[in-house]
């Protein structure tokens, strides 16, 4: 007869194991707005954890280059106490594999981390996920599956409480992924030029296809701000709103380097207005052209023209269509540009109007200075051409 207490352990096909619960561990954890529509608002509740159950399955985001670490939430029933320790083993895509390694499947938590690294690309992942028992055990459900967002680095959300477009919703989590996934590069500069590349002009006037609450083109609002601009993207938007939702995707993704967003002017004063100034515009939000004087009685105005003009004639409202189809010229009293610095490298991305390396080109984007005064129907007569700015040579 043999010794009980030396007997090897017996597998147990009695056994059955419930998978009720995944926690995602390196989630991000930041997500909100899973359960409703919140529009573009930085709103919603916090995406609910753990992220998998049977009753429901919530995407997730997490870092390019991380091991992705889960929390089981196991339940078993039948077998016996001498029954072999039970491993567990969940099988995903591009090499993702969880094993258990010999740890007995017991009521309570189960922690495992994948055997392979998440690829080093931003894109959306459909982590369909394969799970089985050894020893003869079964398990179930067989088979699970959460979208993850894999982003570049941690999102970034430290001025939810100024800028509109910072914080995290699937929503914008989505729409980031969208756009600059197919760019298919890990180079920040080259992704901030790819998104840029989707505003090739800027607008100064409004769209009556963008709704209202949106305030376009310049996405001054409280629904988000300028994330609604990739809805209307044919509609494009001023060169400060293009700068914001570039910088918002780039938070969004925790892609590195450092943003500014910076406004570039000429002044009349200032050496006949050939002169680059510039100025970081949440800094000083005052920043800018600003100049007004009185001529025989009447208020003229400094303003950068971005199409060629003449003295004396007066034209219609910024970038109104004309009778031949082409727009009036548009005043300005700025471009806006987003400074990006990363691995030595600063450049400027000037919101709809091209790619500098420093900030002095930039004022080329305009074709001159004017001083101007009002004409109907907000209309304005040249009074007097300032300057006129030859190509920028600065442009990429």
Known sequence: MADPTTETPQPDAARSIALNSIEFVSDH?????????????????PCPRPEWTPERAVPLSISMGRSVVIRLGLSSSGGSPGAAPVEIRGVGPAGITFESRGAAAAPGPLELSSARKIERRIQK???????????GATLSPGRTSNVVYVT???????????????????????????????LNTLDPHAIVEGVMARFPTYTLLPSPRVPREYHHPTYLNDQGGAWAMTDYVEETGEC?????????????????????????????????????LSADLEQQPWAGLDVVKVEGGRVWRAALIDGPVEEGRTYPASHTRMSDGTLSPGLNRYEACLEFAHGGVTRYYAGGAGVFDSVEPILGVFWGLIWFSSAPNDGFRVEKIVATYGPSGGGR
């Open 29 to 45: 954890g930041l997500l909100k707005g899973c359960s409703g529509e919140t529009g573009w608002k930085n709103a919603g509740d």
């Open 152 to 182: 570049m680095g941690r999102p970034q959300t430290d001025r939810q409480d100024t800028w509109q477009e910072d914080g995290v919703t699937l929503k914008r989590m989505d729409r980031a992924v969208s756009w600059i996934a197919p």
């Open 240 to 276: 400060q709103a293009i700068v914001r939702l570039l910088r918002g995707m780039l938070r969004q993704l925790g892609i590195p380097g450092r943003t500014r967003m910076i406004v570039v002017w000429g002044d009349p004063n200032v050496d006949g207005g050939r002169r680059t």
């Open 125 to 135: 992942l459909n982590l369909n996920l394969s799970w089985s028992a050894g020893g």
